[in-house]
């Protein structure tokens, strides 16, 4: 199994996050999305690690990353958060990726740390006025006491691991829905009634009201910009992410994956690092 080689836990004000790194070179760090953690972008930073040094942090209330302040759950919360925790890591200048949820809060962080993002990579992520499938659902059953018990009964099922409802749009492979990506993210939220909590309570602080600003804010990420999209993704359409990136001062490019979904990136590996290192060093 690809791992990263170094990996620790740091206190930031009221949380602690967990981070994964691996690497060595100009600094890339790579935010995933929603239910997973840092480890999903092993085999991204395999290829990567001879040029970069890779950061992979777990976002607040996901893996093992979590905090006492339900701010630090939001999106611009969790960008504070990992504004303060790069410097504690010795990153000064550095590149963001960020796939899912991690494009949104990677924007947010970009946003505000600006002066030192030099790259902004944005894969298969939210977009302003549009709303994923089921997500708005999710949400508002997080706020239902007793919700995440439940939510962890049906996702014991491959039935409903596979479904819409699961992760049935994240992978052009179905069949890597119940193998090693179960064992590394779906496994330890069953396991865990704390990472359970910590997902619902990601749901709740999530805002789409928030999302939808970016639609004026995305003219403030003058840093060279890439978009990778997978062209299946049901939960976020290339036409609506094509539209979104004329809204981006200084799109680099735009790249469409063929017979690829939301997690594109655990299937196709080799030709996301291709583009981000093609990207960085041109």
Partial sequence: MIRMAHEGTSRVGNASVHWRKD?????????????????????????????????????????RSHSTA?????????????QELLPQLGVARYALVGNDTGGWIARELALIDRQRVSHLVLTNTEIPRHR??????????????????????????SAFRRSSLGFGGCFHDPGRI?????????????????????????????KFSRLDQF?????????????????????????????????????????????AKLFFYEEHPAEVARLIGEFLTS
């Fill in 70 to 82: 339900d701010d630090d759950y939001s999106s611009p919360g969790q960008a504070r958060t990992f």
């Fill in 178 to 206: 119940d193998g090693d990506f179960r064992v590394r993210f779906v496994d330890p939220l069953l396991a865990s009634p704390a990472r359970m909590d910590g997902v619902m309570r990601f749901l709740r602080q999530m």
């Fill in 215 to 259: 639609e004026r804010l995305h003219a403030e990420l003058t840093m060279p910009t890439l978009l990778i999209w997978a062209a299946d993704d049901p939960t976020f359409p290339e036409p609506r992410a094509r539209a979104m990136a004329g809204q981006l001062p200084n799109v680099a490019g735009f790249h469409s994956i063929p017979n």
């Fill in 132 to 157: 994923p499938p089921w997500i708005p659902m999710y949400q508002a059953l997080a706020h239902v006491p007793g919700c995440g018990a439940v939510i962890g009964q049906v996702l014991k099922s």
């Fill in 23 to 63: 690497g060595s070179g100009p600094a890339v760090v790579f935010l995933h999305g929603f239910p997973l953690a840092g480890e999903t972008w092993d085999a991204v930073v395999h290829d990567l690690r001879d040029r970069f040094t890779c950061y992979a942090p777990d976002l607040i209330g996901l893996g």
